[in-house]
């Protein structure tokens, strides 16, 4: 029997600072519903999608920093989504910012969930590749302190739902290789990826003309090299002063992008995914169990780069003493 995933791209234009949850839990339902009227059984939302980008500005007052967090989920403010989701049997990816509490310590982390038709959390995920900076950089148009405000994930786990095999990562994710292949080596049918991302990147200017084509490199990149359906949602638009690229598109196993949005506001794109697309390439080309050559690639999980070991101690070069 085939495996189709009808799927909504939920893309959204900017959350001002001061719009609340419930106005933008409105928002997603409003996309929800136009989603569950064109047949769509799953939506993707972006990253942190129930707020403004704050990790563009430095925080000092923590109480201010911790209203950006969620500790339940669903919390009074985002149970409405869930109940919508049960009522119309439409899942989703929802991005958001985490407060945990785990052995009596406060965590943060940048996550994202899976939901399933019947409105239930079916997986969840913790941001790996945190971008930015942890301390305060006035010389900045604006700040990307990620690496302040949260901790980063330990790892990329596969679920199954929707007839298949998800993955979830988060914005900064995308744009690793190893990302795609830890849920590749896994079986990952398709990998949901929201994201927030400036056209303007400070500490390298020359690179926003390409902020939009480096978004469909890597996700295209990521889809074929694994044989996998890729979802890229933006939150995109000005947003407090900030202008972030839209490009949200669904990918194919093949690569090739088969819907994508054309604003950088609330916006639906779908797309009829039929994962067993995916066996075309994961039985060929990208056979890893016949073509992988993991002993060649020791390094890659023993070396963080050139100069550190994945503990953060100097790689030893010929010549050193030992
Ligand atoms: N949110 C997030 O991860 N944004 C980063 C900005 C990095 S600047 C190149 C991103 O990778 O899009």
């Given at each position: 029997?085939?495996?189709?995933?009808?799927?909504?791209?939920?893309?959204?234009?900017?959350?001002?600072?001061?719009?609340?949850?419930?106005?933008?839990?409105?928002?997603?339902?409003?996309?929800?519903?136009?989603?569950?009227?064109?047949?769509?059984?799953?939506?993707?939302?972006?990253?942190?999608?129930?707020?403004?980008?704050?990790?563009?500005?430095?925080?000092?007052?923590?109480?201010?920093?911790?209203?950006?967090?969620?500790?339940?989920?669903?919390?009074?403010?985002?149970?409405?989504?869930?109940?919508?989701?049960?009522?119309?049997?439409?899942?989703?990816?929802?991005?958001?910012?985490?407060?945990?509490?785990?052995?009596?310590?406060t965590h943060r982390y940048n996550t994202s969930i899976l939901v399933d038709r019947t409105?239930?959390?079916?997986?969840?995920?913790?941001?790996?590749?945190?971008?930015?900076?942890?301390?305060?950089?006035?010389?900045?148009?604006?700040?990307?302190?990620?690496?302040?405000?949260?901790?980063?994930?330990?790892?990329?786990?596969?679920?199954?739902?929707?007839?298949?095999?998800?993955?979830?990562?988060?914005?900064?994710?995308?744009?690793?290789?190893?990302?795609?292949?830890?849920?590749?080596?896994?079986?990952?049918?398709?990998?949901?990826?929201?994201?927030?991302?400036?056209?303007?990147?400070?500490?390298?200017?020359?690179?926003?003309?390409?902020?939009?084509?480096?978004?469909?490199?890597?996700?295209?990149?990521?889809?074929?090299?694994?044989?996998?359906?890729?979802?890229?949602?933006?939150?995109?638009?000005?947003?407090?002063?900030?202008?972030?690229?839209?490009?949200?598109?669904?990918?194919?196993?093949?690569?090739?992008?088969?819907?994508?949005?054309?604003?950088?506001?609330?916006?639906?794109?779908?797309?009829?995914?039929?994962?067993?697309?995916?066996?075309?390439?994961?039985?060929?080309?990208?056979?890893?169990?016949?073509?992988?050559?993991?002993?060649?690639?020791?390094?890659?999980?023993?070396?963080?780069?050139?100069?550190?070991?994945?503990?953060?101690?100097?790689?030893?070069?010929?010549?050193?003493?030992?």
């Amino acid at each position: 029997m085939a495996r189709f995933v009808n799927v909504a791209i939920g893309q959204l234009g900017p959350i001002a600072r001061s719009e609340t949850r419930a106005q933008v839990v409105q928002r997603l339902g409003a996309l929800m519903r136009q989603a569950h009227q064109m047949g769509c059984d799953l939506i993707v939302y972006p990253e942190l999608a129930l707020t403004t980008f704050f990790p563009r500005w430095y925080i000092e007052d923590p109480n201010e920093l911790d209203a950006y967090f969620e500790r339940d989920m669903p919390g009074p403010e985002t149970a409405p989504l869930f109940e919508l989701a049960r009522t119309l049997g439409v899942g989703f990816y929802l991005g958001y910012a985490e407060l945990a509490v785990e052995a009596g310590q406060t965590h943060r982390y940048n996550t994202s969930i899976l939901v399933d038709r019947t409105g239930t959390i079916v997986g969840k995920y913790r941001k790996v590749h945190l971008p930015g900076h942890a301390e305060h950089e006035p010389w900045r148009t604006f700040q990307h302190l990620e690496k302040r405000y949260f901790e980063a994930g330990k790892d990329f786990p596969v679920f199954q739902a929707f007839g298949g095999v998800f993955g979830m990562a988060i914005c900064n994710d995308r744009r690793w290789t190893e990302t795609y292949r830890e849920m590749g080596v896994q079986g990952v049918e398709m990998i949901l990826i929201g994201y927030n991302t400036p056209v303007h990147n400070p500490p390298a200017p020359e690179h926003d003309d390409l902020s939009l084509f480096h978004n469909q490199l890597v996700l295209q990149a990521g889809a074929y090299q694994n044989g996998t359906w890729v979802v890229g949602v933006a939150k995109g638009g000005i947003e407090e002063g900030v202008d972030q690229i839209g490009g949200s598109c669904i990918v194919a196993p093949s690569g090739e992008i088969v819907a994508a949005c054309t604003t950088k506001g609330d916006e639906l794109a779908l797309a009829r995914c039929d994962l067993d697309l995916c066996n075309s390439f994961k039985d060929t080309t990208f056979n890893f169990d016949v073509h992988r050559q993991p002993d060649a690639y020791r390094r890659l999980a023993e070396r963080r780069g050139p100069r550190l070991m994945a503990d953060g101690t100097p790689v030893k070069q010929a010549g050193d003493a030992t």
